[in-house]
Every structure is written in C-alpha cells, then in structure tokens.
C-alpha cells in the first residue's frame, strides 16, 4: 500500500505549525524516510496549490489553511486522482461462470458504495483536526 497520503499529512502538520520555515531535510527526518521521497511529495502538494516553496528558499508555506484543508484534498492531491478510486475488479471473469458472470456489477456497485462513503468521511475531516488530536495526545 502506497504511504504518500500520511506521508503528506505528516509534512503539512509539520509545515503549518513549525515557527520557522523547514526544508526536506528536516522533514525526512520527522517522517522517517530519504529527503528525495519528500520532495516528490512536496512537489505533488505545491502542484495541488496546498504549499508554496519556491527554489533557492529554503522552506514551503502553506497556501490552504489547515482549517480549510480536508483530508479529501490532501488525498486527492497525492493521488492525482479527483475521485476516489480505492479499488480494481479483474479484468477476465468468465461468463460461463455464474459467479464470473455476475461478479463485476456486483463489485462495481459495492466498491462505489464504500468508495463515496471514504470520500465523504476523508471530506469531512481537516489537517487542524489532526494538529488537534496530536495536541490531545501530548497532554
């Protein structure tokens, strides 16, 4: 399973509530990971106009605030993808098969059914909650 969106969520606390502005470097060290996977994720961010950086400064700002930033947006900024896809049906189920015949529409309509419900929980919930939460723990 892909790690860009916790990665990403991880990073945009970071950014919104570091006092000074941080480079990949340091935030590969928070995530636990190589700054070069960092920066991929920065990139997709900046692309999605969630963070500003620009070259030859050192940091990335937040464009959208963590009050206003769901998690919907985060996710589809590192997926690139506008509609949550979460899942595949196999490509060749026989129709000779009473399963086989059957089992794509049957899947179709499930995996949308839980795909919606996943956008609508992710929409519902902001990177502030998250900052929320870690603060909730801390105490």
């Known amino acids: ?3 860009k969106f916790s990665v990403a969520i991880h990073i945009l ?5 570091s006092p000074t502005p941080l480079n990949s470097d340091q935030m590969a060290g928070s995530v636990g990971t190589n700054a070069s996977y960092i920066r991929k994720i920065l990139s997709l961010l900046k692309k999605a106009k969630v ?17 206003r930033l769901t998690l919907l947006q985060i996710y ?6 506008p509609k949550t896809h979460l899942f595949d049906i196999h490509q060749n189920p026989s129709d000779q098969c009473i399963v086989g015949r059957h089992i794509r529409p049957v899947l179709t309509d499930m995996f949308t059914d839980i795909e919606e419900a996943f956008s609508r929980t992710l929409a519902g919930k902001t990177l502030a909650e998250c900052t929320d939460v870690i603060r909730k723990r801390m105490e």
């Open 1 to 3: 399973m892909d790690t």
């Open 13 to 17: 606390i970071l950014i919104s509530e």
């Open 51 to 67: 963070i500003d950086g620009h070259r030859g400064i050192s940091g990335y700002s937040m464009v959208v605030a963590p009050e």
């Open 76 to 81: 589809q900024a590192v997926t690139g993808d």
